[in-house]
Structures are given as structure tokens and as C-alpha cells.
């Protein structure tokens, strides 16, 4: 056993999905703390300091959002991956807008839980960024050289526009986390930017089909239907 394992708090007042949560990341040797009220989730969160929370945003005592806003507003960078009923849209928005890292909608299974909460874990190890020693980013054949700004795919050059490349930058820079249109816009284009969701739908596009991704594709890009975007994560 090592003394090392990652901590995780599960705040949720589902019994059955608390449960199921804590057995499964439990089986995969994470240490795993309960709550099931926003207030003893902050209380526990103090005294524990764990490494990730699984955020429920529908408790009983107060709105899950609450807990991010008394995270964030101590800077604490501790990943944060909400769990969402799946009609909850603007939740989710406004979850991720307030710095949760990642959302997984209820009912889920355990393979997503587990990968996404190895993300979280990665990117906060990483402190943000998955740029590796060499000045490059990986996925699949697909390389992001930052020195050069050069992305290629299996070696070969891909031409993108400026634009395309930022935006692919970006989400590469925030593996593990879901990036709001909204977040996208304000740091493609800046915040006075009013071009709004369009704009961005477009060169998303044309940066898929660079990249040879057809609709439905998630091999580097993944679009998260009405909430934002993210970059695929290489499979351990
Ligand atoms: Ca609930």
C-alpha cells in the first residue's frame, strides 16, 4: 500500500451515487472522504486538504456553487469536477466559469469517472499544462512545437491561421478541463470581443477538418454540446 494516494472529497446527498463514487475510486486506491451538506464539505475540505473533489451542485444546505466561489476565492487550485444532472446547461456554465476543472453527468459509469479524475489529477500535477520538458505537447500522432509554432500531425505540417492555432493552444494548455465558449472567446479574442459564439463555432470548425477530424470525431478535439470544448486526453 503506498502512503502516497491521492485524497478526494465526494460532496453529494445522493446516498447511492455517494456510495457508488467512494467504492469505485476506493477499489483504484484513492483515499476517499465523505460529505453529504456544502458546509461540512467545507469543513471536511479544511481539515483534509484533499488532492481533488467530486462536487455535487444540488445539496441540501446551500447550491454546490457556493463551495466553488469559497474555494476560489482562497485561490485554491484543488481540481474540481462537478457532478450534473444532464439537463443542467447553465450549471455546468457557470460551475466551470467559477473554476471547477471538469463536470460529469449523472448517471455515469466508472470508466469515465475514473479517467476524469485522473485528468484533474494530471493537470494539476502539471500545474496547468501538459507542456512536456522538450517545449512540445503530444496527443496521438498530433505535436504542438511551441518554440517553433509548428503543429504536425504523424510529422506532416499542418497550416493553421492564427487564430486556429491559439485556440488549439489553449485547449491543449487546459488538458483535463472543459473551456466555456465564453472562456475561449475572452482569451482567443480578448474580453471587449463581442463576435461572439459564431465566430468561434467557425474556426473550430475549420480547425477540425485541418486536423482531418469528421463530425463526431473525438480524436483530438472533443465538443462539449452547448457548454464549451476540450482536448482529448491520451489514454494510460
Ligand atoms: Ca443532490
Redesign the pocket.
Known sequence: MNNNRYKILVI???NNIRSFAKAILEANDYQVLTAETCGNGIMMFSSHRPDLVLL????PDKDGLEFIRFLRDRQEVVPILVLSARTNEADKIEALDLGANDYITKPFGTGELLARVRAALRVSRYNGSMLASDGKFTLHDLVIDYDRRIITIAGEEIKLTQTEYNILVLLARHTGKVLTYATIIREVWGPSDDGGVKKLQVNMANLRKKLGEKPGDNRYIINELGVGYRICEETH
Open positions: 453529494e446527498d445522493e455535487d451542485l444540488g445539496l
